[in-house]
């Protein structure tokens, strides 16, 4: 549901699984704040995909305050779900680039200092969505480095191919990458770039 654009259903079945682990995460069981904060990332990522800004920040923010009531008790990495400060911040740019708002994610991610631990599935997610941002806000040659900051070149995303082909397209002078379009009735809907 997550990835097939059934936003609502999608945030129907997130909302049930924070509600079952509500008590804990209210009594601040370190578990139940990793479970409660990753659902939430999820959701703010769900409301960003249905162009609902207001819903996505609001849980983006519900998220951080999960991850600072889990404080130093996020080294545990419960349930291997990598939720943290860091990946929260991650979520910042990402919640931002699902949107459309090129602006923002190389605002909030001007500053972001990822952990050298920080697993490269979290940080090459990263590194493309701040890609996105800046070819967005109009900068192609950075656009073109960010993603390429740990790697040398496509190789090094040997499962993504999604970013092998933009990063081929690119260098061919193309860019497939989609972006926002204002459709007649002033709402957001993409567009091929």
């Known amino acids: 549901m997550v990835d097939g654009s059934s936003w609502y259903d999608s945030l129907t079945v997130i909302d049930a699984a924070i509600g ?57 990495d419960y349930y291997k779900l990598l939720f943290s400060r860091p990946n929260v911040a991650i979520h910042d740019v990402a919640v931002a680039v699902e949107l459309g708002d090129g602006v923002e994610a190389v605002k909030r991610g001007a500053t972001l200092r990822l952990p050298a631990d920080m697993p ?13 941002g800046w070819l967005w806000y109009g900068n192609r040659d950075r656009a073109l480095a960010w993603p390429w ?40 809907a993409w567009a091929p770039a």
């Open 120 to 132: 490269t599935s979290r940080s090459g997610h990263h590194y493309l969505d701040m890609s996105r």
């Open 20 to 76: 079952r682990v509500d008590e804990p995460y209210a009594a601040g069981e370190a578990p139940a704040l990793a479970v409660w904060g990753g659902l939430q990332l999820r959701a703010s990522i769900t409301a960003a995909r249905k162009l609902d800004a207001d819903e996505a920040y609001t849980r983006l923010q519900l998220a951080h305050e999960a991850a600072d009531r889990l404080g130093d008790r996020e080294r545990n």
């Open 149 to 188: 900051r740990r790697w040398k070149g496509p190789s090094g995303l040997p499962r993504n191919s999604s970013a092998t082909t933009r990063w081929r397209a690119r260098r061919c002078g193309r860019c497939w990458m989609p972006r926002p379009a204002v459709t007649g009735n002033g709402s957001a």
